[in-house]
């Protein structure tokens, strides 16, 4: 008799539908956003994480959803609807709490650490796309679900490249917000895995 995996190691969501529908939401609020910006001629573009300065504090909150040019959107939609998918595997909660935890970690990281404040504002929503990616490769050891650890491979397989952003490599590119996404990542795996874990009354 085929038993139904248990919540915490499905590698997809048991309803697609209904996780397609929320990430493309997700992804169709970012181009508005980026539309809006663009009417205002990339004034919210300001409006991003400005290192250690106490006027960009809040652009840990409004980064992940502003881009620069339409391309920087562009080259994120893709593994923004990938990952976001995979990352519903288990439910919209846990889908909102794992993306809260990369959010606030990967802006705070980023505006404690990133260059100092007037070198640039850094923005976009590949915060959210390395967090969710180490989220997917770390999660499966953590539940030792076979299903969860055969996905993480094939997305290290296939988009292991992604990893080098988070070194210093491409002058422009904001390697501090994905590297500090991808420790949010991690915190967020085990944050998972102990709520998992925890006895429930």
Do not use: K
Not at 14 to 21: H, I, K
Not at 71 to 81: D, G
């Amino acid at each position: 008799m085929r038993t139904e995996p248990q919540p915490r190691s499905r590698a997809f969501p048991a309803r697609p539908g209904q996780a397609a529908v929320v990430i493309i939401a997700f992804t169709c609020l970012l181009y508005v956003v980026e539309a809006f910006d663009t009417m205002l001629g990339g004034a919210l573009e300001d409006e991003g994480i400005d290192p250690r300065s106490l006027d960009g504090l809040d652009g840990v909150l409004w980064a992940p959803l502003l881009h620069g040019p339409w391309s920087h959107l562009v080259s994120n939609t893709v593994p923004v609807l990938a990952l976001g998918f995979l990352v519903l595997a288990n439910g919209l909660r846990q889908f909102v709490g794992v993306t809260a935890v990369i959010w606030l970690v990967g802006g705070a990281g980023t505006w404690l650490m990133a260059g100092g404040a007037g070198g640039g504002v850094h923005i976009g929503a590949s915060i959210l796309v390395f967090g969710w990616m180490l989220f997917l490769l770390a999660r499966g050891f953590y539940t030792r679900s076979a299903g969860q650890i055969t996905l993480g491979v094939t997305l290290f397989l296939f988009w292991g490249g992604l990893l080098w952003g988070v070194l210093p490599t491409t002058p422009g590119v904001s390697w501090e917000g994905h590297l500090f996404g991808a420790i949010g990542g991690l915190i967020a795996a085990h944050f998972v895995d102990r709520t998992d874990r925890s006895p429930r009354r």
